[in-house]
């Protein structure tokens, strides 16, 4: 890991281009205006071709427990996800890098998806799509499984826009029961070149039918969980 000390370096065009490079910037503390970039040894994905939701996740979605959208409140919900909660005292998510992923998202490289009831933001995820990749930077959830339907969402979109990797950075408790993996970086870095080389589509103004004829077939080809 490398560290910055001058916040003002992290410009969006920087951010594009260390993605495109295989790292991403943190911080040790929302409040620390200083970054540190990224290089993991071994990188988490979500295989698109062999992900799992869980059986109770699946009743979740198909009860429309919430209204789900795309890119109608991304600042709200990086600001959500930049927030302590219960299970995290501190972020990683301070000024610089609020700033360049707003300005990313000005710029239509940055999405978020987000899981609603009535006219509260619930649950959502933000990330940033670059050819044919999708970087998940961050989620939240403020109600049960808000977070979980925001992915599964992200999953219907990345197979309508025809992505071909989804990065997690890093595999958590949470997102192990969606099937993700780790790979070692240099595996990872080949799976990225090839993913550069595409243009996908994020779908962010999906029609309903569209967007739920995706979900669904998202939740029949649920891969069955490997256990480790």
């Not at 779908?203 to 998202?218: C, F, G, P, Y």
Request: proline share 4%; glycine share 6%; charged share 25%.
């Amino acid at each position: 890991m490398s560290r910055s000390g001058n916040p003002t370096e992290l410009s969006p065009d920087l951010l594009l281009r260390a993605y495109a490079a295989g790292i991403f910037p943190m911080s040790e503390a929302r409040d620390d205006d200083q970054i540190f970039w990224v290089d993991p040894e071994v990188r988490g994905i979500l295989p698109l071709d062999a992900y799992h939701i869980p059986r109770s996740l699946k009743k979740a979605v198909r009860k429309g427990k919430f209204d789900v959208r795309f890119d109608t409140a991304f600042v709200e919900v990086l600001e959500f996800c930049a927030d302590a909660a219960p299970d995290r005292e501190n972020t990683w998510i301070n000024g610089p890098i609020r700033n360049a992923v707003i300005r990313l998202h000005e710029m239509g490289f940055a999405h978020s998806v987000e899981s609603w009831q009535g006219d509260e933001l619930v649950g959502g995820l933000y990330g940033i799509a670059l050819g044919s990749a999708f970087f998940g930077e961050s989620m939240f959830s403020r109600r049960t499984d808000a977070s979980k339907v925001a992915l599964v969402n992200l999953l219907a979109l990345m197979h309508l826009g025809h992505y071909h990797l989804l990065d997690t950075q890093f595999v958590t408790d949470h997102l192990s029961t969606f099937g993700t993996i780790e790979i070692p970086a240099d595996a990872y870095r080949a799976r990225l070149e090839t993913a550069l080389k595409y243009q996908s589509l994020f779908h962010s103004t999906v029609a309903e039918a569209q967007l739920k004829q995706a979900v669904d077939r998202i939740l029949r080809e649920s891969s069955p969980r490997i256990q480790a």
